[in-house]
């Protein structure tokens, strides 16, 4: 089985990916850009690919031109067929010997301003460079040499790329940044894996005339969470035994795309 996932070696996305399939032999192959995954299985050059779907502080996520992939599998046919949250942990990172002090530029993936938020704004003189992946950011500085450059991706990304850790932890204790990663496909694709955690089903639904978007919320047991880019666009993971009802009468659904029904592992209780 061969699944994609961003790269190079040491991507948050390839540590979770393996976390969450220890029980099944799989190959995988690294893209350049989160935004090959989705071209990736609709040309059929993979079977699955593992995506960063969304993110505790930021929502849902889109690809460098802005797209949500929410919309894309709203759109594409396209179905979930597992999901693994992992805490991400963004450590800075530099060349060994260098002080922290000496760092005038940062080299990050697109989104680790925005979960970081408290970092930046406390170094906002920090000269921000976007790379596509973590991983990525810390080869480019590993090879660059420089002291005054540093990365941000994990401590063992770091140890791979001969870069000493700065400071442990960009995130701040009150921006627990928790990333749900999800293993999608053609729906026609056959997968199995022993059932482990929470069996959710995942509905896309197009919300019209929605006044006010909030971010997450949860509707007697059911979770909602709202897309910020595409304002008529809510996700419902609806969980067994949960009342579904009295939320899609309250909402003036126009179409509703149902991307599939899987496990769930490491799902916060808070969601439920
Ligand atoms: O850059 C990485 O290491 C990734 O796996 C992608 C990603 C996207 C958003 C937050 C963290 C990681």
């Keep these: 089985m061969n699944i994609a996932v961003l790269g190079p070696e040491g991507t948050f996305s390839e540590t979770s990916l393996k976390q969450a399939l220890t029980e099944i032999s799989f190959n995988h192959i690294f893209v350049k850009d989160l935004g ?29 031109n802005g ?3 929410i919309s894309q599998f709203y759109e594409g046919k396209l179905q979930i067929y597992l999901d693994a949250f992992m805490p991400l942990h963004f450590a800075l990172l530099g060349q060994e010997g260098a002080h922290i002090d000496d760092i005038d530029t940062i080299h990050v993936n697109p989104y680790a301003q925005a979960i970081c938020k408290t ?4 170094h ?8 596509s992946s973590s991983a990525k950011a810390a080869k480019t500085v590993s ?23 700065l400071k442990t932890s960009m995130v701040a204790p009150n921006e627990e940044a928790l990333m749900q990663f999800v293993l999608f496909g053609k729906p026609e694709s056959s997968f199995s894996i022993k059932p482990t955690g929470q069996k959710v089903t995942s509905l896309v639904i197009e919300n019209k005339n929605v006044e ?3 971010f997450l919320e949860n509707i007697n047991g059911v979770e909602v969470r709202y ?5 008529e666009l809510i996700l419902i993971d609806i969980y067994d035994g949960s009342q579904l009802d009295d939320i899609l009468n309250s909402i003036n659904k126009n179409k509703i795309k149902n991307l599939g029904q899987y496990y769930s592992q490491n799902r916060p209780h808070n969601f439920k």
């Design 212 to 214: 006010e978007q909030r």
């Design 143 to 165: 090879d660059l040499k420089n002291k005054n450059i540093a990365a941000s991706a994990s401590v063992n990304t770091g140890k791979k790329y001969n870069l000493s850790t």
């Design 36 to 64: 090959d995954l989705i071209p990736m299985i609709q040309t059929g050059e993979v079977d699955f690919a593992w995506l960063p779907w969304w993110n505790s502080g930021i929502g849902f996520l889109s690809d460098k």
């Design 67 to 69: 797209n949500e992939f």
């Design 227 to 231: 897309s910020s880019h595409n304002k």
């Design 119 to 122: 970092f930046f704004k406390e």
């Design 124 to 131: 906002s003189d920090l000269k921000v460079i976007t790379d």
